[in-house]
């Protein structure tokens, strides 16, 4: 399953962008990799430790904006469309457990 972050934070005073890089921060530091600007996706196995990420981004929201969670499964995530251009990383990103380098 997929847990996608999408958030609108205020940027206008230096305590709402030091907020949005905490924010920001926490969820490269718990693994989510980003789709676009403010859209964050991270994969997980279990529902237990999607209920442990969406508690953690509860706990840690920031004091104002828009911060939203949308979990999926692998199957819906790969049905995603891309209108305009292509999604490119280095990051491996995928469900199989075993990887060889």
């Known amino acids: 399953m997929r847990v996608l972050v999408f958030f609108d934070l205020p940027t206008n005073t230096n305590a709402d962008r030091r907020?949005?890089?905490q924010f920001r921060g926490?969820?490269?530091k718990n693994g989510f990799i980003m789709l676009?600007?403010?859209v964050y996706t991270r994969m997980?196995?279990?529902p237990t430790a999607e209920?442990?990420?969406v508690n953690l981004i509860r706990k840690n929201r920031p004091p104002e904006g828009?911060?939203?969670v949308l979990t999926v499964t692998e199957k819906q995530f790969g049905k995603m469309e891309y209108i305009t251009g292509e999604?490119?990383?280095d990051i491996?990103?995928?469900d199989e457990r075993l990887v060889i380098l």
């Open 19 to 21: 907020s949005y890089r």
């Open 44 to 46: 997980l196995i279990t």
């Open 26 to 28: 926490l969820l490269i």
């Open 87 to 89: 999604f490119h990383t």
């Open 51 to 53: 209920r442990a990420v």
């Open 36 to 38: 676009q600007e403010s």
């Open 92 to 94: 491996i990103d995928s």
């Open 66 to 68: 828009m911060v939203q």
